[in-house]
Each structure stands twice: as C-alpha cells, then as structure tokens.
C-alpha cells in the first residue's frame, strides 16, 4: 500500500465525515478535493469512543454499496460518528442506539412484544434472545429448545425503548451494567447473524470492555 502523498492526507480520517470530489482513474478514483464537514478529534486517542466507532465505520463498509445511495442508513452512520465525538456521550449507549437503528434500517429489527418462535404472550421470566428466532423468545420455547441466551425483562424493557427511537427516554434511562451487556449482546448478535459474519471490530469492542471491566477499582474488590 503506496503512502498517501496528497496534501488532503492529514484531513481523511477514518472517522471524519466530509464531501470529496473523485476524478475517475483506471483501477480507483482519486480523490482531488475535499471539505470536511465534522472532526474526529473527540474519539481519537479515547479507547471507548474509538472502539464504538470502528463497529459503526465497519457496518457502514458492509451494508452500504458503492454507487448505491441510502440517505437514511447514511444518516444513521454520520450522526453516529458526530455523536461519538462529543465529550457529553456515553459511547456504549451511542453505539447501542445506533445498532438498533441499522436493524431498523436494514428489516431486522428484532421482536420484543411477543415470542419470537410462538408467537405467544413473553411473561416476565425465563426469557431469553434468539438471532435466529429473530427476537425475545418466551419461557416456554426456552425450556424446550434450550438455545437462547437469557435475558431479563428489564433488558427486555430498555430494547423496546430503543426501538421506539425515543433518545431522549433511552438517554435518561439508568441502564446498569449488566443490563447495558445483554441490550449490547443482544443487537451484535442479532446484527452478525443477519450480516451472516462477525465483525472484527465488535470482538475488538468486547475485549475492551472486558479489559476495562477488569482493571476498574470495582472489578479488583
């Protein structure tokens, strides 16, 4: 890989959104101007921030197509980014917001208000989440398939916030730990099974939780 030798080298972060203008090459189109239109300052050099935009920089690279506009889908990816980068975000709730909306975006949103096997009524225990069934499965269809992950209906009850696309609700929620893993584990899974891969960069945002959880004052008492 040639290194970048233009003088717009400096303005082409990864996490950046600006306009270019391509003049068209024979293998590649080279990029001959370009106006930036946010920075990317807020999440360089921050782990958290940087580890939530590489899955949003990575999901946008694999659902939208080149020379294929999606306005919407793009949108969700560009305010993602300008969020991540202000320092009065919480990047894990930003990049749960934003799987959501992909889901949403892309037809998968997952099924929350009843059973995503049965059909049937969910209850308030033994529930658990199925990509494959597509959503929230209830207690019944649990303890006879035995495959879905457990989830709480608490967790149950923040993804409905979610999907309502309420931010200002989802954003005073006071979302514990554990329930911010299950809503976390819940949409990354729903989204590789439905991409049909996994995604480097949401394992490299699950090792940096586990490496921050572990060296939190809390995880050492």
Known sequence: MRKAQSRMSGQL???AHGQMMLAEGRSMDVVT???????ADGISGDLPRSAAAAVVVEVADKVLEERHPQPELFAVVTGALGRL?????EPRMELADF??????ELGYAPQLEECARCGGPLGETGLGFSPIAGGVTCAACNASWSVAPRITARSV???RVLASGDRDIFFRLRVDE???????K???SQLEHHLDRQLKSIEFARQTRRSRRRASPQAAE
């Open 13 to 15: 972060d990864v996490f």
């Open 33 to 39: 101007q370009f106006k930036r239109i946010t920075r």
């Open 178 to 184: 554990d329930d911010l893993a299950a809503i976390e």
């Open 157 to 159: 009850k923040i993804l």
């Open 85 to 89: 980068a202000a320092a009065d975000t």
């Open 99 to 104: 799987l959501m909306r992909v889901l949403a």
């Open 186 to 188: 819940a949409l990354e």
